[in-house]
């Protein structure tokens, strides 16, 4: 069974950096692409970044220049590193995967959130101004 576990969310300061983990279980990077979005209470769910099976990423106007995402297949984990963030950057932060082997990034990040069928939990993030 196919399982996301996020990690690595906390409080920092306005300009700090934090790395996002997500950790998969039940299924390897070698065939599945992961993809993060964030939430804020009362807002639409948000898609950030993409990493698809082969490596390929893509990265939301919204965050690009500031955060990037890769993975370490040996350790199947896919990271969301964030740079300089803001205030406006306070979420809950989750990874998640549509489970269809060699999906591209267009095509994670085309599905509706009922489409992405296992997602993580969520991290915490608050950055203080």
């Known amino acids: 069974q196919i399982q996301l576990e996020e990690s690595g969310g906390g409080v920092v300061q306005a300009g700090d950096s934090l790395r996002l983990s997500c950790v998969g279980r039940g299924f390897t990077l070698d065939y599945y692409g992961i993809a993060w979005f964030r939430q804020v209470p009362g807002k639409e769910r948000e898609g950030l970044s993409c990493?698809?099976?082969?490596?390929?990423?893509y990265v939301s106007d919204s965050v690009k220049g500031r955060f990037t995402t890769y993975s370490d297949k040996a350790k199947n984990t896919v990271y969301l590193q964030m740079n300089d963030l803001k205030a406006e950057d306070t979420a809950v932060y989750y990874c998640?995967?549509?489970?269809?082997?060699?999906?591209?990034?267009?095509?994670?990040?085309?599905?509706?959130?009922?489409?992405?069928?296992?997602w993580g939990r969520g991290t915490q993030v608050n950055v203080s101004s």
């Open positions: 998640a995967t549509d489970g269809l082997k060699f999906s591209t990034t267009h095509q994670i990040m085309s599905k509706e959130a009922l489409e992405l069928l296992y």
């Open positions: 990493i698809s099976s082969d490596g390929s990423t």
